[in-house]
T-cell receptor, first 115, second 114 residues
Framework: GAGVSQTPSNKVTEKGKYVELRCDPI?????LYWYRQSLGQGPEFLIYFQGTGAADDSGLPNDRFFAVRPEGSVSTLKIQRTERGDSAVYLCASSLHGTYQETQYFGPGTRLLVL | KQEVTQIPAALSVPEGENLVLNCSFTDSAIYNLQWFRQDPGKGLTSLLLIQSSQREQTSGRLNASLDKSSGRSTLYIAASQPGDSATYLCAVGPNAGNNRKLIWGLGTSLAVNP
């Protein structure tokens, strides 16, 4: 595709439920990143994939958060037992090789609201 | 721990004015610095990427400078237009090992008034 796409664009769920957020990176990009952005804040790094493997998951806040990228393209961010504090915009980005010199291209985000 | 600060938090200017947005960071050991634009309800658009070995980058009416030793970057917008209204975010890329995370400022909210 032309850019990074994310689905759904909006998700409303109840506290305690499980949610999955999907990211389709730019075709051919080997690196994929997840961030989350709370209202009035800058994005906060969650996890970075190089191919199918998570190269850095140091930003995942706790074990309720998990992300996969089984075929090295599409990625799913999974949140178990959602809490109201998980409400944020979840942003996905991709880059061609995952080198330091590259720009990360961002999707429009998924706005998650936990009631 | 790297911290990124952006000043001012908000800025309102009349159309046509030249303006400067500021970004400062506490750890000068960075690989690059990027300026992004964020429109309400939309994702982030990369504007300029400056590698640590560079001092500035230009794209159209935008010019970004980087002074690693002092931990500062500026984004200069010439002849501002109402379409420039958005939040501008600065992000730094660290220089260690497998680390690819970007560390972000809180942004400067810009309003350009017709």
């Amino acid at each position: 595709g032309a850019g990074v796409s994310q689905t759904p664009s909006n998700k409303v769920t109840e506290k305690g439920k499980y949610v999955e957020l999907r990211c389709d990176p730019i075709s051919g990009h080997t690196a994929l990143y997840w961030y989350r952005q709370s209202l009035g804040q800058g994005p906060e790094f969650l996890i970075y994939f190089q191919g199918t493997g998570a190269a850095d998951d140091s930003g995942l806040p706790n074990d309720r958060f998990f992300a996969v990228r089984p075929e090295g393209s599409v990625s799913t961010l999974k949140i178990q037992r959602t809490e109201r504090g998980d409400s944020a915009v979840y942003l996905c980005a991709s880059s061609l090789h995952g080198t330091y010199q590259e720009t990360q291209y961002f999707g429009p985000g998924t706005r998650l609201l936990v009631l | 721990k790297q911290e990124v600060t952006q000043i001012p938090a908000a800025l309102s200017v009349p159309e046509g004015e030249n303006l400067v947005l500021n970004c400062s960071f506490t750890d000068s050991a960075i690989y690059n610095l990027q300026w992004f634009r964020q429109d309400p309800g939309k994702g982030l658009t990369s504007l300029l990427l400056i590698q640590s070995s560079q001092r500035e980058q230009t794209s159209g009416r935008l010019n970004a400078s980087l002074d690693k030793s002092s931990g500062r970057s500026t984004l200069y917008i010439a002849a501002s237009q109402p379409g420039d209204s958005a939040t501008y975010l600065c992000a730094v890329g660290p220089n260690a090992g497998n680390n690819r995370k970007l560390i972000w400022g809180l942004g400067t909210s810009l309003a350009v008034n017709p």
